[in-house]
């Protein structure tokens, strides 16, 4: 993450929207100069995530998620519930 932090424009913000363990690092002059923000976001709404998909679909942003196969269900859900899927978990057939 602290590589997005240089891409923001100038006030620009970095939503952090879903939970991460890692820590982040980012030198205090990179928020300061442009006035650049980190901001955390524990709200997300099922609105929330159409808008998120429907910007995937139209721009070139893509989503960050875990794909396990539909057999392995139930070890791929046991994951998610254990808090040790880092992203969404997708089932694939």
Do not use: Q
Request: aromatic letters at 4%; proline letters at 8%.
């Amino acid at each position: 993450m602290p590589e997005l932090i240089g891409g923001l424009g100038p006030n620009g913000k970095l939503l952090l929207i879903g939970l991460a363990s890692d820590p982040i690092e980012v030198a205090p002059v990179e928020l300061i100069r442009g006035g650049k923000t980190i901001e955390g976001w524990a709200r997300v709404t099922p609105a929330d995530s159409d808008d998120a998909l429907g910007l995937c679909r139209t721009s070139r942003v893509r989503g960050m998620i875990e794909t396990h196969p539909l057999e392995k269900a139930a070890e791929a859900y046991a994951r998610m519930m254990s808090g040790k899927a880092e992203f969404p978990v997708v089932w694939t057939m």
